[in-house]
């Protein structure tokens, strides 16, 4: 099964910090890195590791041919990735002595697909394949429904949560996999179990991944609910974490294994991806993932 993933690709420059930058400060930082991350690129990358045949769509500035290479180097295909005039996306992470992380994302080129962009690239796939989506590129919209349309499977992460995820017709998004701060964005509650009724409510057919920080994540569809707790080990860089969870989550689904399965080998590709520095670098290879001996904890299910 294929993966057709339109996302973004973005330069990180991340900067170590002592804590993250309260308003009106000014902190001094360590040396900076300059990483290829993204939403996009970061779940398309995690997809190949974990074994998925993956296309990514995107664009790319005048300065971003490093993200198409950092795709290709990692097997994905990235024959509709486009370069345009201007500039690429980028973002401006702080990064504490704690591993936590804060973001500032600027859009660039991500922000510019076109109505004849998203038709040209979508000719390429449908029935069958999987489309995989977050919201870092505009038109999120017009993609659903022309995806939907082609009778492609629809997945997706509504990350960062705004007002383009409120235009878009998620009953036709098959998978939903978010965090709970999107969870409680898309549904105005709280409580995980609160969250997961409420999305069932609105989307019955759809089945839910619901990512609790270090409390683990809830697997739920129509009839069933499964959860796992969490890898423990000392985070050095979560950022990328739950791209690799995505990553790892869907490909246990193209592979067939059951949604406990998929939750566990998820848990533990982000488990390893937390424990180094940087996007797209930090998630680990399936063999890596399967050898690594890490076990999750159980989670009371909600
Ligand atoms: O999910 C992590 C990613 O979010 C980073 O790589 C950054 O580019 C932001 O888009």
Avoid: W
């Amino acid at each position: 099964m294929r993966v057709l993933n339109f996302g973004s690709l973005n330069i990180d420059y991340v900067y170590p910090v002592d804590h993250i930058i309260i308003p009106g400060e000014t902190e001094p930082t360590g040396e900076v890195t300059t990483n290829c991350g993204g939403k996009g690129l970061n779940q398309s990358i995690a997809l190949a590791k974990a074994g998925v045949e993956v296309y990514h769509a995107g664009l790319i500035g005048e300065e971003g041919q490093l993200l198409a290479d950092k795709l290709a180097e990692n097997g994905v295909d990235t024959s509709h990735v486009r370069c345009i005039p201007g500039r690429s996306g980028h973002t401006i992470i702080q990064v504490d002595k704690n591993g936590q992380n804060s973001i500032l994302l600027f859009g660039g080129a991500n922000r510019k697909l076109t109505h004849d962009i998203i038709d040209e690239t979508l000719s390429d796939f449908g029935e069958g394949d999987i489309l995989l989506l977050q919201n870092e590129v505009n038109l999120l919209d017009v993609i659903i429904d022309k995806a939907f349309e082609a009778r492609m499977k629809i997945i997706l992460n509504p990350s960062p949560y705004d007002t383009a995820i409120q235009k878009c017709d998620l009953s036709k998004v098959s998978v939903f996999i978010l965090n709970e701060i999107e969870g409680e964005q898309m549904t105005g509650q709280k409580e995980p179990d609160k969250i997961l009724n409420a999305i069932k409510k609105s989307y019955p057919e759809t089945e839910t991944v619901l990512t609790l920080g270090s409390a683990g994540a809830v697997y739920q569809n129509r009839e069933e609910r499964h959860s796992c707790g969490i890898c423990r080990v000392k985070p050095v860089d979560t950022t990328a974490a739950g791209d690799t969870f995505t990553g790892y989550f869907i490909s246990a689904m193209i592979d067939a294994l059951s949604p406990e399965e998929g939750l566990k080998l998820a848990s533990k590709a982000s488990a390893i991806a937390v424990t180094r520095n940087g996007a797209a670098d930090s998630i680990p290879e399936r063999e890596e993932v399967l050898g690594s001996g890490l076990d999750p904890e159980p989670m009371r299910l909600l």
